[in-house]
């Protein structure tokens, strides 16, 4: 079957790509785009750990056909550091000791992200509630769980470019 | 994973999708969020050749009230129907179930409430891989003549573990179905078949545009329960649903539909009759009416979602019995807000 063509906006760059339809958004960001921060495990939406941002919303890349998000914005985990540096939330990973062997640190940190986005102040069981859907076989979640309320807590709702917001809004 | 090849639609209208499902029929899917068919393609337990995409039909999406029913477009994500207003008004069962489904951040997101209920029934059986299942005989629901799940049996026992179909069951939901002729208005029962291998009553060519809800019944209250090994990501092995209609604090109609047993969300109506008269604060009826449908319900259940028979089996008392003390505590406190 021939392929299509794709518009899409990954970590703030328009691409224009040609697609099998049947490849998933993670084969498109992972093999096309050597964007290999997002991670499949499963590869059946269990584990959560290929989560990105589809217009600032969290979902699985694996079950999520890359002709589906024609148009949309997609934020990686690539995406999250800036010229200052990176993102409070992999900075908070880190200080809190939040990655073990690092499989499902990508997906932890966007499905956070996401929360942050919609709520720049959740409780601890917001939190948990929040990365619910993903999956650390190093049973590390008491850190990670740290360092988001680290994050969330240093939250200033007056403060501009804080927590709360991607660099660019999503479309 | 990768997923089998297809060819990929993108209508604009509802019209037009209708048609294409005319057109290719059953060698088409419908991709609405795609959480459960994008899985179920990557086992290849479904080979469509196109894959019909419902995401440009707004049409489809939404939720409000229209003379006596409340509208529930089938494309509405589960996450906007957990959080409607409306629905966690009205009928905080089906609110309870949309927030249980999947993961909160994810499944809820892209997962629609139409895709929800129409799910396959689902086995231990048969949703494994293609590898898995490659070293085995084909079972009823693979087009073959043998049961993993129950030995000897003549049909397929594949359970459904859909969240909303059993809260919709209880709160006597009936669907749209169209196609590119008309319509057809059926009620949940109608729509499930109570056959493993064909589930639901949906032909190749329709497509299930909306869930409606009856509001002409005052002094309703329901509620939702399920149980799972975990609270995110699993199904459920074991769930009730409930709906309590009461006039001056007697029971003068209920609803009790049990999932995770049949092929279908099971309506249990000796249970809901057992309560008809009822007063709503009688504990011991609701727990009596809670057997009754674990008893009934225990007929259909065999081995095949991961917790063992008997343990679900008594879990179904369990749940209707919490389901229905906190649908009659919801009772019992619009009253009160009445009476002042």
Known sequence: MSRVPLKLKVN????????????????????????????????????????????????RACLTLALEAQGCSVTTVEGLAGEKGLDPLQESFIRHGAVQCGFCTPGMIMAAKALLLENPCPQEEDIRKAISGNICRCTGYAKIVEAIAAVASQHDPAAKGSVGTLKEEPA | ???????????????????????????????????????????????????????????????????????????????????SALVNLHFPALAEAARAVGAYTIQQVRGTIGGNLCQDTRCLFYNQ??????GRQACHKAGGKICYAREGSDRCRSTNQSDGATALMALQARVTLRNSQGLRDLSLEELFTMKGETPLDLAPNEILTQ??????????????????????????????????????????????????????????????????????????????AARIAMDQ?????????????????EMVSVLVERALRRASARAAEEKRGEGS
């Not at chain 1, 960001?29 to 217009?55: N, S």
């Not at chain 2, 995401?55 to 089938?74: D, F, T, V, W, Y």
């Not at chain 2, 891989?129 to 490659?134: E, L, Q, V």
């Not at chain 2, 769930?239 to 003068?252: C, F, N, Q, R, Y």
């Open chain 1, 12 to 59: 703030n760059e328009e691409l224009e790509l040609l697609v099998e339809p049947h490849w998933t958004l993670l084969e498109v960001l992972r093999e096309e785009l050597d964007l290999t921060g997002t991670k499949e495990g499963c590869g059946e939406g269990v584990c959560g750990a290929c989560t990105v941002l589809l217009d600032g919303k969290p979902v």
């Open chain 2, 1 to 83: 994973m990768r997923l089998p090849k297809f060819q990929y639609l993108e209508p604009r209208e509802l019209e037009e999708a209708l048609e294409m499902r005319a057109l290719y029929g059953a060698q088409s899917a419908l991709l609405a969020g795609g959480t459960d068919l994008l899985v179920r393609m990557k086992q290849r337990l479904m080979k469509p050749s196109f894959l019909i995409s419902l995401k440009n039909l707004r049409e489809l999406s939404g939720i409000r009230i229209q003379g006596k029913e409340m509208l529930i477009g089938a494309g509405t994500p589960l996450k906007e129907v957990a959080g």
């Open chain 2, 129 to 134: 891989s293609a590898f898995w299942r490659s």
């Open chain 2, 211 to 288: 869930i409606r809800l009856p509001m002409d019944r005052p002094g309703g209250a329901s509620a939702y329960e399920r149980i799972a090994y975990r609270s995110a990501i699993d199904f459920p092995v074991a769930s009730a649903g409930v709906w309590l209609e009461s006039e001056g604090g007697t029971i003068s109609k209920a609803r009790i539909a049990v999932g995770c047993m049949g092929n279908a969300p099971l309506l249990i109506l000796q249970a809901g009759e057992s309560l008809e008269g009822r007063p709503l604060e009688d504990t011991q009826a609701l727990a009596k």
């Open chain 2, 297 to 313: 319900a225990s007929a259909f259940a065999v081995e095949n979602v991961g917790a063992t028979v008997e343990y679900r089996v």
